[in-house]
T-cell receptor, first 116, second 113 residues
Framework: DTGVSQDPRHKITKRGQNVTFRCDPI?????LYWYRQTLGQGPEFLTY????????KSRLLSDRFSAERPKGSFSTLEIQRTEQGDSAMYLC??????????????FGAGSRLTVL | QQQVKQSPQSLIVQKGGISIINCAYE??????FPWYQQFPGKGPALLIA???DVSEKKEGRFTISFNKSAKQFSLHIMDSQPGDSATYFC????????????WGAGTKLIIKP
């Protein structure tokens, strides 16, 4: 296993366009998380999945944002009608879940979104 | 209740010196206290973590100290090296939150050769 993979690494789009990011977690991890990080800030929690179920969703996640994890493996994060304020690094992480002990996150390298 | 305050915001240390980063929290239900390290262009990675049943944990040059009464924990990097230059985040969890919901704002550490 090569860790958590995110694609694309960088996306430049025009305001109003839709974008989709994909995350492939570590295969044996049943939890998958999405965070957003802007320059000079810590990660902001967006949502997480336990297998295919979306268990928590931040108030930061407006109705323009939707995340899926259809088969409990990879996940997609879609942003519709992008705004300049959506420009950020979108980080995906996975973990085996708290039942295995401490909830240690393994992050991908992130997908950087630039909205012009 | 969920706020986490990290200090300092940035830190410059000479090679070989000691780097100290602090994290203060409010939620007394937290029971896992990790520090993550992030290099430019990469996601954060767990560096070291502590449970509240011990006051200190050491892994190589990295030590984490925990002060339950003060509701804070610290990262100490001994013999700091240029390769330690990165941004460090605390992200305590526990109680109602069994995942890393709240993160500190980060400390940008620069080690001068």
């Amino acid at each position: 296993d090569t860790g958590v993979s995110q694609d694309p690494r960088h996306k430049i789009t025009k305001r109003g366009q839709n974008v989709t990011f994909r995350c492939d977690p570590i295969s044996e991890h049943n939890r998958l998380y999405w965070y957003r990080q802007t320059l000079g800030q810590g990660p902001e929690f967006l949502t997480y999945f336990q297998n295919e179920a979306q268990l928590e969703k931040s108030r930061l996640l407006s109705d323009r944002f939707s995340a899926e994890r259809p088969k409990g493996s990879f996940s997609t994060l879609e942003i519709q009608r992008t705004e300049q304020g959506d420009s950020a690094m979108y980080l995906c992480a996975s973990s085996p879940g708290p039942s295995s002990g401490a909830n240690v996150l393994t992050f991908g390298a992130g997908s950087r979104l630039t909205v012009l | 209740q969920q706020q986490v305050k990290q200090s300092p915001q940035s830190l410059i240390v000479q090679k070989g010196g000691i780097s100290i980063i602090n994290c203060a929290y409010e939620n007394t239900a937290f029971d896992y206290f990790p520090w993550y390290q992030q290099f430019p262009g990469k996601g954060p990675a767990l560096l070291i973590a502590i449970r509240p049943d011990v006051s200190e944990k050491k892994e190589g040059r990295f030590t984490i100290s925990f002060n339950k009464s003060a509701k804070q924990f610290s990262l100490h990097i001994m013999d700091s090296q240029p390769g330690d230059s990165a941004t460090y985040f605390c992200a305590p969890l526990g109680g109602d939150s069994n995942y890393q919901l709240i993160w500190g704002a980060g400390t940008k550490l620069i080690i001068k050769p």
